[in-house]
Structure formats: structure tokens, C-alpha cells
């Protein structure tokens, strides 16, 4: 069954995030032996995900203040909370 570039690049995402049946993952690997554009996209797509999984936010030192602040004003003592 030939792919177009959309389904190609779509169906490889879906690869990658284990979201493909096996018949699915099957004809991605095929693609994938066939095609040395297949492979580079899939080695691409997935550097993008490793990328993005690495990547840590982290709120300024400011917003936590303003959060422990806020918290604060409550004036809440530790038997204030349902346990």
C-alpha cells in the first residue's frame, strides 16, 4: 500500500508515540526499509521527540514567590487540612 508524505509523516508519528496497531508498525517498518527518505524522517522525528522530552520548565524565582506568598495570606496551620 503506498503512503503519501502526509499519512508517510503522520503514520511515523504515531509510530514513535506506540500509537499504531501492528499491521500499522508493520508497513511504517517496510516503508522504512524501502525508503532511505522513510528512515530520515523517522531518525528525525524522533530526535524532535527525545528533544522535547528533555526539555525542564522551570517558573522564575518570582512566581513561586508570588504562589508562596498568596499561600501565606491564608494563615493555614497544619491542622487546617483534611487528611
Known sequence: MPMNKTSTEL???KYIYNELNQEEKA???YQTIIS???L???YGFRDVKNS???IVLLPKDSIINNIKNFSKSFN???HDFVK
Open 40 to 42: 530520515k524522517l523517522m
Open 11 to 13: 503514520d511515523i508519528i
Open 52 to 54: 522535547l522530552d528533555n
Open 36 to 38: 532511505p527518505k522513510t
Open 27 to 29: 508497513q511504517i517498518n
Open 76 to 78: 493555614l496551620t497544619e
